[in-house]
């Protein structure tokens, strides 16, 4: 795209290259401001910029400089950086979704899913109780956190167990699986689709669903399944709860946290949080310790990614062990409760 006319491209297009320029974080606190239709719009345009020119970005910063927050380091496009910059910006769960709606073979596929997910929750069990595990996963996995949970309570205790072993394992699954559900829905669904692969389901959509359902059942549920699979169960646990949810915390509890946790892991841990997340643990702490952590963070320079993950990991342990010992809870949203 190196002889795009700057001033002959849409405000959309402007904008996406402007998003590609300054990275997914920054550019998924831009896209917080929009709307999902909006957000699919500029999305579909960042997609199909996979390599940003120097002269383009030039341009694309004068007219957007007023608006340049941070990160300026990445240029390069594509699906993958739409599908990490909406990740942040709305969670896993919507960026598979709106990814989907956008990327190659997205289109009526989708549609007979959403109108299966508009079902009520025992409607959509009353047509999934006699199908396969792979093809309840599968379908579960592009429902909506909490009326998945809902059909997947209504499922026996062995079968929840195989369902959430096949959904933590799904990675791509072919588009056929889509008219077998749809044809026990409706007969007009049974429509030929192109042979394609689409996005579904993972470790990540599985930790999704087990934090929807009863606490009991969920510890159960994970127990079982480490039993059962040792290293799937692993990594769903370790989503379970993850370092940007500690916004999730009481300020008390943040509070308490913060008094258990080694002060080296947490500087690590923050070079890659939000800068919600940041205000808050900085706003837990006395200002002359925020001061301090501030200045240990930019003293560490840059920091390999797996160093900052293992910190994030040994804080999420702390929390862990806290919730289990009953002195903090995880069941209460923290961040709304913080005055500043």
Request: aromatic fraction near 4%.
């Amino acid at each position: 795209m190196s002889d795009t006319d700057y001033s002959k491209l849409s405000r959309p297009q402007r904008l996406a290259i402007f998003l590609i320029i300054i990275g997914p974080e920054a550019a998924a606190e831009v896209l917080r401001q929009f709307g999902d239709a909006e957000i699919e719009v500029i999305c579909r345009e960042m997609s199909t910029f996979t390599v940003v020119p120097t002269e383009l970005q030039k341009l694309s910063l004068e007219e957007f400089s007023p608006l340049v927050a941070r990160s300026m380091g990445s240029a390069l496009g594509g699906m993958a950086f739409a599908q990490r910059t909406l990740e942040i910006a709305k969670g896993d769960y919507k960026a598979s979704a709106i990814v989907g709606r956008i990327g190659p073979g997205g289109g009526s596929s989708i549609e007979v899913i959403k109108e299966i997910s508009e079902m009520e929750g025992r409607q959509i069990f009353n047509l999934l109780k006699s199908e396969q595990p792979q093809t309840i996963s599968f379908l579960l996995s592009y429902l909506d956190g909490a009326k998945a949970a809902e059909v997947f309570a209504l499922l026996g205790p062995e079968l929840r167990e195989e369902v959430v072993e096949r959904l933590g394992t799904i990675e791509s699954t072919s588009l056929d699986l889509v008219n077998k559900i749809a044809g026990s829905l409706h007969r007009h669904c049974a429509r030929k689709l192109r042979p394609s692969f689409h996005q579904s389901g993972g470790v990540r959509v599985a930790a999704d669903l087990i934090n929807q359902l009863d606490k009991e059942m969920s510890k159960e549920l994970i127990t079982r399944l480490e039993e059962r699979n040792a290293t799937l169960g692993a990594a769903i646990r370790k989503k379970l709860f993850s370092f940007e949810d500690i916004n999730r915390l009481q300020a008390s509890d943040l509070q308490r946290v913060l008094r258990e946790v080694d002060s080296a892991n947490l500087a690590t841990g923050m070079k890659s949080a939000s800068a919600m997340l940041r205000d808050r643990i900085y706003g837990s702490i006395s200002k002359r310790a925020a001061e301090s952590l501030k200045e240990e963070i930019e003293m560490l320079g840059a920091v390999r990614l797996k160093d900052v993950e293992a910190a994030q990991e040994a804080i999420i342990a702390v929390v862990r062990r806290l919730e289990e010992e009953g002195q903090i809870s995880l069941d209460a949203e923290g961040a709304d409760s913080v005055v500043s």
